[in-house]
């Protein structure tokens, strides 16, 4: 099942796309108005979160689908977001055209420590059709595409689509200066949805793609898939969650492998899009801040 | 003045120390209950905060002096914290000898940006007087010593002490795994008060040493000044705010000179005191984690 | 000044209107979200709410004036709500045609101890230009216009207009069932606005007025005046907060004059307009609960 | 099952009292924190509380019995708390004395609608073994027992034992000061403890004792049944709910029938014990407040 966060005037609801269509699970419980809210119901009564929303349907409220694209469409949860950097091969080559030291992204492959950082608080983490941000003092700005996990206590229990915003040419200045080029305001989206993890197959094997537009006309279109992750998401979220102090819903994006050639910057008025397959497509547009 | 955040049976009480003594401010007024209270009131009036709290000493009430040593110490705020580094000369070489790339430091040093981080959040934050964390993946742990600029609404209003925990080991194999070196389960500690900058003459000239004891010897001792950073606080403070979503309330650590050399990792139990002229004594023992 | 709490997809802003127009007090200052945030910084700072906003004007965005008659307009405070009663001699009269024992009414007079009661928590007061309630299984309903009081720490820093929702049938059959009679689904509306207690001369001399219209038709116009109570607006404060827990924010409605006669109860659809000289109209139309 | 609130500097942890002792549930799930916790969990999952409890007790944490007298003891839910009035014959006796005008309280028993009145917030209800108040201006104070029917999203999901401190003298004088007789600083304590609801065979026939003491001589001590309510729990539960905002966890107070005699008023410093059949026992001191 697919889960989408409304949030009509302030007020928060939960909604879920399953076969039949696309229903109000706030309208079945009163209590149930976010994502988070299932998480803990379900983790406190050990049961998967599909499992309590199908007992769940019958007093659910049908909605147009089209709500879930709408501008009600919120973040499918609020929370610290931590992503993984060099997890596909195609990363790799990117990232050493942009660096002078490129042996550290080799070695990453070589080790057996992923690389995982502190990506956004809820706070820069703007709602899918919002606008993600390039930093005013970068040169080179890219979306990165990447599938989210979404963990609950610690445990995989779905799946979003996340835009890790990244200056190129900060990062590429000097490592050290990594955080700057990834941690700044509107840094980050996800959405529009989580799917759980229970209804899909294999998170190792899920087409992705980006397609970013100015003024009508598509610049970037091109697609991958999770296959070619050269770390699994276990392994990340076992990197992410070992001797930290990880809180009850939290999410971890698992790298990029869909990169804009050097040619190419983001500019203000952009659209992006990134689709995943059975998940979704996240839609933001491009502000500087 | 400082002011101290207590907390008993989770109530919250803020405590000022003046030339007279220390005196419990929540007795003036109810509602001023954390330093956040006050920084907001000051805020919003557009007075400094030893104003508002000049015109509440003669309400506020005599307490212990001992009381701001004991139990009911908290971290003074609760606050998203940020982190500098490659700030004083001295931590240059230490990190040489750590790493196999050291040029990326001496590049910081020669550039106009500084290198900043994402340091901890409040529930990584751990309070006076308790233990903060190294990790059991970690095999060299060392405690970094630094003065903490506290802001609000991305002014400076304060100073106090800060413990930026790290783990060289993880740090030292590859730049690309600072994240992980610097964020993890209790990694951070600041305290035991906030002293307004009103009443520190210049944060470039302050004292600062640390202590490391086990079983009751001193493993570590040593002192050097605020001066000798190579940066500005309000260099630092200006990189940390640029282009970013800083929260009302927050807190950059600005860099360390003080580093045990490479024969000293922390162990659990060990006791270590960071002590800042004029502001305070932050004492916190070590915990694996 | 008098102060008007916005909405706006769930982010609240507060904006004040002065002789030159109504301004947005929250974009001079973040942290200025709602009258509660203004009330503590005036309380912390010992200030009058007029004289902190003073100091913001300059900073203050200008706003369309009818943004505060708009859908962005809330109740003014989110705060528990008491209500006083046989305030006004007018009132004693109805109650007693409405009651078998009205010797009661007559006896609060005659005594030293106000009458007050427990009105309304925030989730049973609605917003203004919201529906208020009647009760279904009421069959004779008012409305009450009452001044509000609006205390701040327990002292007086405003007034608003209040509606205090009754069902008179409930009431009438038993005293012993007035907390029926008065707390209930949708029970009372404050708003639209607090005019600051600095900026009231005398609160014991304001025109009153209140009209009832259905289908366009006006069933019910008339006015009294503010000094027709035989309390002053301190006597019912005092006896509000005497011995009780009064929270930081708290609105205390002092009683009503104005009642539709005998012949009168409100139906679904009504429209409510209740007028305070100086401070504004409270406009709400009436649905079943 | 019986579920306490536990409270250790400012940490919420629920407890539960099995056949096989008492059970820290936090200690098996982190995100259980709280009695509404579980009542949320429970809901949402259309379970019943002891069956969720059921499945965690595997992983709880044995405690000492005694954690469940000490400090630590918090009132089981923070709420708002309602009460009824004149629901045992023995209180409508009692009423007669202390009334002018008794035959309203006749007429309760007569009419198909019970007296339900607002009681407390949760500022003004005290944990266990706190002291409750009596008013300053009052000259006839007395505990009301009572047994609390807890509501979760309107159903009676568990039973407690409740202290409805009401001062006759006021209510005496005149019906409409009841309000300021029952509402007012500390009025109401609850606890220690709540019961299933599944675990309580019939909440109609459960003894009921209190007894008073100062300076260790017992002054007063009496027992009843709930089986002597003229009125069914069911029955007070519909009329408080009906057309009324009920939160997702509420408190209904169904009426006393142990009174001290008019020669008796409470001081500061008796100590209350209030005893449920298969609840447990809540004491609590007195201040005058």
Same mark, same amino acid.
């Given at each position: 099942?697919?889960?989408?966060?409304?949030?009509?005037?302030?007020?928060?609801?939960?909604?879920?796309?399953?076969? $039949?269509?696309?229903?109000?699970?706030?309208?079945?419980?009163?209590?149930?108005?976010?994502?988070?809210?299932?998480?803990?119901?379900?983790?406190?009564?050990?049961?998967?979160?599909? $499992?309590?929303?199908? $007992?769940?349907?019958?007093?659910? !409220? %049908?909605?147009?689908?089209?709500?879930?694209?709408?501008?009600?469409?919120?973040?499918?949860?609020?929370?610290?977001?931590?992503?993984?950097?060099?997890?596909?091969?195609?990363?790799?080559?990117?990232?050493?055209?942009?660096?002078?030291?490129?042996?550290?992204?080799?070695?990453?492959?070589?080790? $057996?420590? %992923?690389?995982?950082?502190?990506?956004?608080? /809820?706070?820069?983490?703007?709602? /899918?059709?919002? /606008?993600?941000?390039?930093?005013?003092?970068?040169?080179?700005?890219?979306?990165?595409?990447?599938?989210? @996990?979404?963990?609950?206590?610690?445990?995989? !229990?779905?799946?979003? +689509?996340?835009?890790?915003?990244?200056?190129?040419?900060?990062?590429?200045?000097?490592?050290?200066?990594?955080?700057?080029?990834?941690?700044?305001?509107?840094?980050?989206?996800?959405?529009?949805?989580?799917?759980?993890?229970?209804?899909?197959?294999? /998170?190792?094997?899920? &087409?992705?793609?980006?397609?970013?537009?100015?003024?009508?006309?598509?610049?970037?279109?091109? *697609?991958?898939?999770?296959?070619?992750? @050269?770390?699994? +998401?276990?392994?990340? +979220?076992?990197?992410?969650?070992?001797?930290? *102090? +990880?809180?009850?819903?939290? @999410?971890?994006?698992?790298?990029?492998?869909? !990169?804009?050639?050097?040619?190419?910057?983001?500019?203000?008025?952009?659209?992006?899009?990134?689709?995943?397959?059975?998940?979704?497509?996240?839609?933001?547009? @491009?502000? &500087? !801040?």
């Amino acid at each position: 099942m697919r889960y989408y966060q409304l949030r009509e005037d302030g007020t928060p609801r939960l909604a879920v796309q399953t076969a $039949d269509g696309l229903f109000d699970l706030t309208a079945a419980k009163d209590r149930l108005q976010t994502l988070e809210d299932l998480f803990c119901a379900a983790d406190i009564t050990d049961r998967s979160i599909d $499992d309590v929303t199908d $007992d769940l349907l019958e007093d659910a !409220v %049908p909605l147009d689908a089209e709500v879930a694209d709408g501008d009600a469409l919120a973040a499918p949860v609020s929370s610290e977001i931590w992503a993984a950097g060099v997890t596909y091969r195609i990363s790799e080559e990117a990232r050493q055209a942009e660096s002078d030291t490129p042996d550290m992204y080799i070695d990453v492959y070589e080790s $057996d420590r %992923p690389e995982v950082f502190f990506k956004a608080t /809820p706070e820069r983490t703007v709602d /899918p059709e919002e /606008p993600v941000g390039i930093r005013a003092d970068s040169e080179w700005d890219v979306p990165e595409p990447e599938l989210g @996990v979404v963990l609950s206590d610690g445990d995989i !229990v779905g799946y979003t +689509v996340g835009n890790d915003m990244s200056s190129r040419s900060i990062e590429g200045e000097n490592p050290l200066y990594l955080p700057q080029a990834k941690v700044y305001d509107k840094c980050c989206s996800i959405g529009p949805c989580v799917r759980s993890a229970d209804s899909i197959e294999d /998170p190792h094997d899920l &087409e992705m793609w980006m397609t970013i537009s100015r003024d009508g006309e598509v610049l970037y279109d091109d *697609a991958t898939n999770t296959g070619k992750m @050269v770390r699994s +998401v276990e392994e990340l +979220v076992d990197c992410y969650t070992a001797h930290n *102090a +990880v809180p009850d819903v939290a @999410v971890l994006l698992t790298g990029t492998s869909l !990169v804009p050639d050097e040619s190419f910057t983001l500019e203000e008025g952009d659209e992006i899009e990134i689709g995943l397959e059975g998940i979704g497509t996240l839609s933001n547009t @491009v502000v &500087e !801040v």
